[in-house]
């Protein structure tokens, strides 16, 4: 007897494929605290290159850079006395293997011989290392023109060594993301999503034990209360409304001239 074709066409059957794809096994491989860190980290960033010029939105950019520094200072603390999976060492570990790739790369009899994707860790390593690294420098150099340290060598100099690591910073976190999405079409995977999702496709150990929600929301909490604490302490606070309003004429005075 003839099996009935229907049975493999079935509305019911057709949707196994979609609802085994939804159940495909996840592993969670970054913490809630790397995160929230990665996130404020790059808001803060995009919020301090965005009110580097002028004077109607200084404060609002100190506030940022001091941030940016704060957010360096529990990134290292947590790098060190944190879970493995969240620690420094992982990262030091994998710039470690840079002379040994260059060493492997010279003695690789053709191109196709090459261990190309250590190579691409290897880049995305050495911008995060730059990126925190830069931070010290860059705030330094803001605290130190913020507070008029300049004027005690003469000349815009200080001021002009923080622009240096501003737009030095500004290049690195475009090669980060160029890399990244190089990566992700490269490999035919999103390689951004474990910093927002915190998890990856595939079967396996979560390498995160303790996700730790209660740590991402008291860093979230501490950032927001260093903000509410800096707008109190300004007369004006971090953003005025003349400040508003000199943006909105200014805007208005471009289009006059368009």
């Known amino acids: 007897m003839q099996a009935s074709p229907t049975l493999d066409s079935a509305p019911g059957n057709a949707a196994a494929p979609a609802a085994s794809s939804a159940s495909a096994p996840r592993r969670l491989v970054t913490d809630a605290p790397t995160r929230m860190f990665h996130g ?13 010029d002028g004077e109607h939105f200084r404060l609002l950019h100190v506030t940022l850079g001091y941030t940016m520094a704060g957010l360096l200072v529990f990134r290292v603390l947590y790098g060190l006395f944190g879970p493995r999976q969240a620690g420094l060492g992982l990262l030091w570990r994998k710039l470690t293997g840079l ?13 196709s011989a090459i261990n190309w ?5 290897l880049l995305m390593a050495l911008a995060v290392f730059a990126l925190l690294v830069m931070v010290v420098p860059l705030t330094l150099s803001g605290y130190g023109t913020y507070n008029d340290w300049g004027d005690v060598l003469g000349g815009d100099w ?38 927002w999702s915190g998890r990856v496709d595939g079967p396996g150990p979560n390498l995160v034990q303790n996700n730790r929600v209660w740590l991402a929301a ?21 953003v005025t409304a003349r400040s508003l309003s000199s943006l909105t004429a200014g805007e208005d005075r471009d289009h006059d001239d368009d």
Request: hydrophobic share 55%.
């Open 158 to 195: 200080l001021e002009e060594v923080h622009e240096f690591f501003g737009e030095a910073f500004l290049f690195v976190v475009l090669a980060h993301l160029a890399l990244i999405a190089g990566l992700s079409l490269l490999r035919r995977k999103n390689q951004a999503a474990p910093m």
């Open 117 to 121: 994707r250590q190579a691409q860790n």
């Open 40 to 52: 404020l980290f790059a808001l803060s960033f995009l919020g301090a290159y965005l009110t580097a």
């Open 218 to 238: 008291l860093l979230l909490i501490a950032v927001l209360a260093y903000g509410a604490w800096e707008w109190q302490q300004s007369p004006n606070g971090l």
């Open 99 to 111: 002379p040994a790739w260059l060493r492997s790369v010279r003695s690789a009899p053709s191109l």
